[in-house]
């Protein structure tokens, strides 16, 4: 039986629950809604124990083109098997185009202007409905204010308070407003990985819109204005693309059969990891994301900082870049260079 939109009817879940007290069967029961799971507390109470929770991104790229993904379980394997001359067709441009466009499948379907009335429509309803459903807010009008304030802050450290001043709204509401949009997938933030190493670990997640083409559409980025090389163009486009590459990965990391972590690394004089993977036994590994064409020894500083502070546990990292070769640039602590459409085309 599968029940859309689940929270709008609460008391259906002791129902549920009655079922499941007679048989366990697993799979019997398919429950979908857009508000995350945990921040409904009756169904939490509900179900808690009998009920596996899942997140449904946007359409990863491999699933929009077709193609089975195996990136991130290869990384997490044997790293130097992604090393291959078949990658690196993407061009910049059909970089940028993946990006703007996202991974809502109405959204695809869609020309380029439909498509943004699309994304204006989405916000909006989401804003005024699903949140105000989730939360009587006193001030739902200032909520997609903070939101294009938060898309503005992509691939960043999360520092909402700045945030919410930048959109008129106190610290502590803005905070809140924040997990609100949280549990209706806007954002999401990728937590610190590795504080437990050691003090000079900083602990603060970094921000990610759930889907780079609402992101784009907040900051009024197209295709066309990011592909125009300005500097200013380069700086929007840098922390955009990241939260696209984050967000493929954690996809991945969604349907892996293993239990993996993912975190983002980052010490308090700057060196950084933009995204980290944990296995279940401990291993771990990096991805760090370039917008540029070039890759040199400097830009995997935080790669080779990380294997040298774990050793053991280092299985390997990537810098993924918008350029065209593959190839291996620490032998020692095996990090690679990689295009980033090897996240949808390695393996497949």
Not at 3 to 12: A, G, M, N, R, T
Not at 280 to 295: F, N, P, Q, T
Request: aromatic fraction near 6%; proline fraction near 4%.
């Amino acid at each position: 039986m599968l029940v859309d939109e689940f929270q709008h009817v609460p008391s259906l879940l002791d129902a549920v629950k009655a079922e499941l007290n007679r048989s366990t069967t697993p799979g019997r029961y398919v429950l979908t809604g857009s508000t995350r799971y945990e921040t409904l507390p009756r169904a939490a109470q509900s179900l808690t124990g009998r009920a596996t929770v899942l997140t449904v991104w946007p359409l990863s790229q491999g699933e929009v083109d077709g193609r089975h993904e195996s990136f991130l379980s290869t990384l997490l394997d044997e790293p130097a098997r992604l090393v291959s001359p078949g990658l690196g067709g993407t061009t910049r441009e059909e970089y940028i185009e993946r990006v703007v466009a996202g991974g809502y499948p109405l959204a695809l379907a869609l020309g380029e202007g439909p498509r943004r009335r699309w994304f204006a429509d989405y916000i909006r309803l989401v804003c005024e409905r699903d949140v105000v459903e989730l939360s009587r807010i006193r001030q739902r009008a200032l909520l997609p204010r903070l939101l294009a304030r938060l898309a503005a802050k992509t691939g960043q450290l999360a520092n909402v308070a700045d945030a919410g001043r930048a959109a008129s709204i106190e610290p502590s509401t803005a905070e809140n407003y924040a997990r609100l949009l949280e549990s209706v997938f806007m954002i999401h933030r990728l937590p610190a990985w590795g504080t437990t190493a050691g003090s000079h670990i900083g602990g603060t997640p970094k921000l990610h819109m759930v889907d780079s083409g609402i992101a784009a559409h907040l900051l009024r980025l197209t295709a066309e204005k990011l592909a125009r090389r300005t500097p200013q163009a380069l700086a929007e486009f840098g922390p955009l693309l990241e939260t696209f590459v984050v967000n493929e990965l954690l996809k991945q990391a969604s349907w892996s059969d293993d239990v993996i972590t993912a975190g983002h690394w980052r010490t308090r004089d700057g060196i950084e990891v933009d995204a980290v993977f944990e296995r279940s036994d401990g291993s771990v590994a990096g991805v760090e994301i370039k917008s540029g064409s070039r890759v040199d020894a400097r830009e995997a500083r935080g790669l080779a900082a990380l294997a040298d502070r774990i050793e053991e546990s280092w299985l390997g990292g990537v810098v993924l870049y918008t350029g065209i070769h593959s190839y291996t640039l620490d032998r020692a602590r095996g990090i690679h260079v990689l295009p980033i459409d090897a996240l949808w085309l390695a393996g497949s």
